[in-house]
């Protein structure tokens, strides 16, 4: 039995997370991602609006000089926001609803909940993408939501840097750039794909593969994996289609190569592939 890989919800999230990332509206395009419903999604931006206000309330009582001790003060200090490392890959750890439920997270997660919740207060806070950690940068302070709100400086990146590297990334000034909603969409996916590559969850893959692909249609490493699912999962017909096309239409050889040989396999096991 060939199970649905795509539904309307799903169509309708992809087109909430294309508006999300060109109006920049980065809670708008993790509810997107998870698929949360209007319950889910009221209940998890009331929880982010609180915090705000309580960062704004302790910014105008200027208790602190610098305004991450006043983001630490509500999600680290009272709210108890920490990074999972006891179930690190855990899907829920890229799921905003989620993490703000449960008060932990991926570095990416965190970092937005920092995000959204600083910028609601009024204050500069950007993500900062580090390759393999997320952290944040304050009215120019760089913090790392993951371990604490641990205060960085440009040192601190490049040890983060150098060891989840192995040493084998060379350091640039462009790691700290700041990241739009596109990019922290975009590395929430490729996150939830590995996540659910753990898990042996198939139609979930497919799903954030397409979701991936409708953020990028020219990255054609995830609609040739995305068709490579959609087979696994008995789709032939959506197997096929993107086969194909990527055989005919793909500038890169290899992928057209690959393309062509995945499409010749499924014609030699289903006589009504043409």
Not at 66 to 74: G, I, K, N, S, Y
Request: with cysteine; proline share 3%; glycine share 8%.
């Amino acid at each position: 039995m060939i199970r649905e890989l795509w539904s309307s919800d799903d169509d309708a999230n992809a087109a909430l997370l294309r508006q999300s990332v060109e109006e920049d509206r980065l809670e708008d395009a993790l509810h997107a991602i998870e698929g949360a419903d209007a319950v889910m999604r009221a209940e998890t931006n009331r929880w982010l609006e609180r915090w705000s206000e309580r960062v704004r309330e302790i910014v105008d009582q200027g208790w602190y000089r610098h305004p991450q001790r006043a983001l630490a003060r509500v999600l680290v200090e009272e709210m108890s926001f920490r990074g999972d490392r006891e179930d690190y890959h855990r899907p829920e750890n890229s799921h905003l609803s989620s993490v703000v439920r449960r008060r932990k997270g991926l570095p990416i997660l965190l970092s937005a909940v920092w995000c959204i919740v600083g910028r609601s207060a009024q204050l500069e806070v950007e993500g900062i993408g580090l390759p393999g950690h997320f952290v944040v940068r304050v009215d120019g302070a760089l913090v790392d939501p993951f371990c604490g709100g641990r205060p960085l400086d440009v040192d601190g990146c490049r040890a983060i840097v150098a060891r989840l590297s192995q040493g084998n990334l060379d350091w640039s000034d462009s790691f700290l750039a700041p990241v739009g909603t596109g990019r922290f969409a975009e590395r929430v996916l490729r996150n939830l794909v590995g996540s659910y590559l753990r898990a042996g969850d198939a139609l979930r893959i497919y799903r954030t593969l397409r979701l991936l692909t409708t953020l990028d249609p020219e990255r054609l490493d995830f609609q040739l994996q995305r068709a490579r699912i959609a087979e696994e999962l008995g789709s032939i017909g959506e197997a096929t289609g993107i086969f194909r096309g990527l055989a005919e239409q793909s500038r890169c050889r290899r992928t057209a190569a690959v393309a062509s040989k995945c499409l010749e396999s499924l014609r030699e096991r289903s006589p009504l592939v043409n």
